[in-house]
Nanobody, 124 residues
Framework: EVQLVESGGALVQAGGYLRLSCVAS????????IGWFRQAPGKEREGVSS????????YYADFVKGRFTISIDNRKNTAYLHMNSLEPEDAAVYYC?????????????????WGQGTLVTVSS
């Protein structure tokens, strides 16, 4: 069973920086992808970024391009989301998810395992 554990969520001021981590376990394949999603109160879950473990190719939602960077450490099965220039609109619970297909996508149906989430709060 694939398990994901997120960490790094915190309260930060607007313009600040946070790094989220996602540790994945319980799988044997070297070809998978990790996606980051977020859900703010009263809003639907939305895709933020994803990365393939095979070629480390990233994909970003338009609203985070130039501010967020995704990376992956295959030795640790850990993905990171580096979030710069945070805005109050970025406040949400951030989830990481695991896909066995190794493609960079923000379609939730491509992911088979989800973490419990980590809370990011941005003060203005």
């Amino acid at each position: 069973e694939v398990q994901l554990v997120e960490s790094g969520g915190a309260l930060v001021q607007a313009g600040g920086y946070l790094r989220l981590s996602c540790v994945a376990s319980g799988f044997a394949t070297d070809d998978y992808s990790i996606g980051w999603f977020r859900q703010a109160p009263g809003k639907e879950r939305e895709g933020v970024s994803s990365i393939s473990s095979f070629d480390r190719r990233p994909y970003y939602a338009d609203f985070v391009k130039g501010r967020f960077t995704i990376s992956i450490d295959n030795r640790k099965n850990t993905a990171y989301l580096h979030m710069n220039s945070l805005e109050p609109e970025d406040a949400a619970v951030y989830y990481c998810a695991w896909s066995p297909y190794g493609i960079t996508t923000l379609q939730t149906y491509e992911y088979e395992a989800w973490g419990q989430g980590t809370l990011v709060t941005v003060s203005s």
